[in-house]
C-alpha cells in the first residue's frame, strides 16, 4: 500500500478533479507483476493502467493475486467504464483497498460489486495515509466546499508589513514555494484592500504548472459565495492569501483546513500590521527551515461543515 501511495503521487498535477490513485498486482509468491496509477483526468484510472502492465508470461497468476489500490474501485461509467467490473473479469483473489471513496456514486459499492463476484476484499489499510493524500477530494465531496489554505508570511515580531506598506518577507528560494503551492491548488482569495492597493497577479511564474483560479474578497464577493461558487465549478481547494483582515474573517468563521506561515527569522518591522493570532486548536504537522525562513504547517482539529 506504501507503494501505492508513491505511486499515486505521480499523478497530483494531472489527476485533479479525480484522486490521487495507485495501485500494485501482487502475484502469490510475493513478487510485484503490475503497476499504475491515474495520469490524468479522463484517462485510464490506477487499476486499469496496473493491469495492462502485466506481461503476458504474468497474466495466469491473476487469478491467484492481490490487487492493493489506495482508493475504493470505482463502481460508475463516468469518463470511463467502472474499475469493479475489470477486476471481476481478470478474476484475481483478493483487494486490498486503502480507503472508502466519498463521492456519492461510489462509497462502498465498489467493494460490495467485488465481494457479490467473490473477490476477498480487505479495507482500511493505511487509511489515513490514503485519507490524508486526497484530502482536498475528500474535503469537498463530505464537507462540500474546498479545501482551505490559509497562508501568510511575517517578520520575526509578528508583522505582515511595515507601516501598512508591503514588506519583502519571502526569499526567492521560499517565493518559488508558494508558487509551487499555486500550481497545485485550485482557486486563490485575497482582500479588497489587498487587490486595490498591490493589484497581485497570484499567478504561476517562478513554477509550472496552471495558475489558479482568483477571486477578491468584498462586500460584493463574500466568503460564502466565493465557496458555493468553488463547489459549484469542482474547485476541491483555495488559498486565502489576503491581508490580517481577510485571514481573520476565514479564522474566526472556522473555514479553514490547513495553515502555512512563513517567518523571517531575522526581520524585523519593529510596527505595521500584526500577524493574526494562531489558533490553538491545530497540530503542527511539519516545520521547514530554509536559510533565513521557516516554514511551518499546521492542520485544523476542528472540521467545519459549509
Not at 480507503?99 to 463476484?117: H, K, N, S, T, Y
Not at 514555494?177 to 482569495?189: F, G, M, N, P, Q
Request: charged share 25%; with cysteine.
Amino acid at each position: 500500500m506504501q507503494r501505492c501511495l508513491e505511486l499515486a503521487q505521480c499523478g497530483r498535477m494531472g489527476a485533479r478533479p479525480n484522486p490521487m490513485v495507485g495501485a500494485v498486482i501482487v502475484s502469490a509468491d510475493g513478487r510485484i507483476i503490475g503497476e499504475g496509477y491515474h495520469r490524468r483526468y479522463g484517462e485510464a484510472h490506477a487499476e486499469v493502467n496496473a493491469f495492462a502492465s502485466v506481461k503476458a508470461a504474468d497474466e495466469a497468476l491473476l487469478h491467484e493475486a492481490t490487487l492493493y489500490v489506495s482508493l475504493e474501485p470505482c463502481s460508475h461509467y463516468g469518463k470511463t467504464p467502472p474499475c469493479a467490473d475489470l477486476i471481476v473479469r481478470k478474476q484475481v483473489r483478493k483487494v486490498v483497498v486503502g480507503c472508502i471513496d466519498p463521492f456519492a456514486e461510489v462509497q462502498g459499492r465498489g467493494i460490495q460489486r467485488l465481494r457479490d463476484a467473490g473477490i476477498d476484499v480487505e479495507t482500511g489499510v493505511l487509511e489515513d495515509e490514503c485519507r490524508w493524500l486526497n484530502r482536498r477530494f475528500f474535503t469537498f465531496h463530505q464537507y462540500h466546499r474546498p479545501y482551505i489554505i490559509l497562508k501568510w508570511a511575517q517578520t520575526a515580531d509578528g508583522f505582515i508589513d511595515s507601516d501598512g506598506q508591503p514588506l519583502a518577507i519571502s526569499t526567492p528560494f521560499t517565493k518559488m514555494l508558494v508558487h509551487r503551492l499555486r500550481a497545485e491548488e485550485d482557486a486563490i482569495v485575497v482582500g479588497h484592500t489587498t487587490e486595490e492597493r498591490e493589484h497581485p497577479l497570484l499567478n504561476v511564474r517562478h513554477w509550472c504548472g496552471p495558475s489558479p483560479r482568483k477571486f477578491v474578497l468584498s462586500r460584493n464577493n463574500t466568503m460564502d459565495q466565493i465557496i458555493e461558487t468553488c463547489r459549484k465549478e469542482n474547485l476541491q481547494s483555495l488559498i486565502v492569501e489576503g491581508g490580517r483582515k481577510t485571514l481573520e474573517s476565514f479564522l474566526e468563521a472556522g473555514f479553514y483546513d490547513e495553515l502555512r506561515i512563513e517567518t523571517n527569522t531575522q526581520l524585523f518591522a519593529r510596527q505595521g500590521t500584526p500577524a493574526p493570532l494562531r489558533p490553538t486548536d491545530v497540530t503542527l504537522l511539519q516545520r521547514n527551515v530554509y536559510g533565513t525562513n521557516t516554514i511551518e504547517k499546521m492542520k485544523n482539529n476542528l472540521i467545519v461543515d459549509k
